[in-house]
């Protein structure tokens, strides 16, 4: 017996959770930043909102949510029915810690005349404080259907809100925040890069700085980088993201080369979103048999968070999920 986890040695570990997968009648949802082990496993692997609205037209009663805690959150303001777990609820985001609830609605207060558009990596009570949630890949629709004179607070990271900026030449207020995987690509490491691969493209993800964006043959989201990758007519593709996505990029074009843009150090291990990381198999395995942490929600706090998620449902429903790899055979 493990005395610290309680789980006896030599578990089948992979048995158990199909075991309890089984007996919760539960979905696993593997976020494409997971480990190949836990892609592999889940019943839908995809970028976060998808694997949300997914897991809400099961008739599953159980959501195990391989993620990160406002992704679980996510599954609950559209699935309140359902009980959600989160492996480890240590398992947080840097762009959510960087926009306290409080400071933002201070934020929005001092600025009466603006809209507010927030990221999806916010926490829900940031999400209940917004007017139209958007995700990398339904921003740029979104803000098409916003007139130009409509003045916007864009939050809570600065690098997509600054590239939306910067693309579609809308004046936005940007709160300061950034994902702490995507600030860790080096311009150096990956120009050197660039060298050794003559020709190769580069994808990148909009979290990404400007001094990386600026050296992206594509740009988009998760799901958008793994469709490139499947799409594009080379066979070597520099990648801009969480390296995790390489998985399914092997799996889907196996014949091709992917290389993960380095940090500042020449390797790509810095770019391991360490939250993601903090999800395991042992501890999805006891999420399932004692169903905890469980994500819970005030009801008026899910409603007003929903408003915003369904405002962007609305008006860019058909960018949600592009790519997604789908169910696991």
């Not at 949300?52 to 391989?66: G, L, M, N, Q, Y």
């Not at 207020?173 to 190769?200: D, M, N, R, Y």
């Not at 390296?243 to 992917?258: G, Y």
């Not at 899910?302 to 609305?314: F, G, N, P």
Request: charged content about 25%.
């Amino acid at each position: 017996m493990n005395a610290i986890t309680g789980i006896p040695q030599g578990t089948d570990l992979r048995a158990e959770i199909d075991r309890l997968r089984k007996e919760r009648n539960a979905v696993i949802l593997g976020h494409y930043y997971q480990s190949p082990e836990i892609q592999d496993l889940s019943d839908f692997v995809g970028d976060s909102l998808e694997l949300s609205r997914k897991a809400a037209e099961t008739d599953a009663d159980v959501i195990a949510f391989c993620g990160v805690r406002f992704m679980a959150e996510t599954a609950k303001i559209l699935s309140p029915q359902k009980i959600v777990v989160l492996p480890d609820m240590d398992a947080g985001c840097s762009l959510e810690d960087s926009c306290p609830p409080a400071q933002f609605k201070a934020f929005r207060e001092a600025h009466p005349d603006h809209i507010a558009l927030s990221y999806i990596n916010c926490s829900a009570e940031v999400k209940a404080l917004s007017d139209i949630i958007v995700t990398s890949s339904s921003a740029e629709k979104i803000l098409a259907q916003i007139p130009k004179e409509q003045k916007i607070i864009f939050g809570p990271d600065k690098h997509l809100g600054g590239y939306l900026k910067r693309k579609l030449g809308r004046d936005m207020l940007l709160w300061p925040g950034v994902c702490i995987v995507h600030e860790a690509f080096s311009e150096t490491e990956l120009l050197k890069l660039k060298v050794q691969h003559p020709g190769a493209p580069v994808a990148a993800h909009p979290e990404c700085p400007p001094y990386i964006v600026d050296h992206a043959d594509y740009v988009g989201s998760t799901s958008g980088i793994l469709d490139f990758a499947k799409t594009m007519p080379g066979d070597t593709l520099i990648v801009a993201t969480e390296p995790h996505i390489i998985h399914q990029m092997e799996k889907a074009v196996p014949h091709k080369n992917f290389i993960g843009a380095p940090g500042a150090d020449g390797n790509c291990n810095c770019n391991i979103c360490p939250y993601m990381a903090l999800n395991t198999m042992e501890k999805l395995y006891l999420s399932l048999r004692d169903l905890q942490p469980r994500i819970e929600m005030d009801e008026t706090l899910r409603l007003q968070a929903k408003k915003s998620l369904d405002r962007m449902l609305e008006m860019a429903s058909g960018t949600v999920g592009q790519g997604d790899v789908g169910a696991r055979p």
